[in-house]
């Protein structure tokens, strides 16, 4: 089994900055991926940001400008760089990583416990 598991959540005023990393370990071929999903209460799962292990990233539109992504590959860690918070951007925010236990094509996607982030002045 795979274990994802995100810290650095915590609450900033707006226009603050925070880093989260997730951290992914256990029986690990290969990463494929990893990204971050959050969610607010009563409201939808909404993706963030993701990187692929070829250095592909991609951003959500309300994120963008704001937010970095970011891999290490030597410590199966993702960052998530977040500068300008706004109050919109409080969530809970889940790692996720897309991950392969052997040579075979297909991978697997884990998620972490998710970290909390509150952006309240």
């Known amino acids: 089994q795979v274990q994802l598991v995100e810290s650095g959540g915590g609450l900033v005023q707006p226009g603050g900055s925070l880093r989260l990393s997730c951290v992914a370990s256990?029986?690990?071929?290969?990463?494929?991926?990893m990204g971050w999903y959050r969610q607010a209460p009563g409201k939808q799962r909404e993706r963030v940001a993701g990187?692929?292990?070829?250095?592909?990233?991609s951003l959500a539109d309300s994120v963008k400008g704001r937010f970095t992504i970011s891999m290490d590959d030597a410590k199966n860690t993702v960052y998530l760089q977040m500068n300008s918070l706004k109050p919109e951007d409080t969530a809970v925010y889940y790692c996720?990583?897309?991950?392969?236990?052997?040579?075979?094509?297909?991978?697997?996607?884990?998620w972490g416990q998710g970290t909390q982030v509150t952006v309240s002045s």
């Open positions: 996720y990583g897309d991950i392969s236990h052997d040579n075979r094509r297909y991978v697997v996607k884990y």
């Open positions: 256990g029986t690990i071929f290969s990463i494929n991926a």
């Open positions: 990187i692929t292990n070829s250095g592909t990233t």
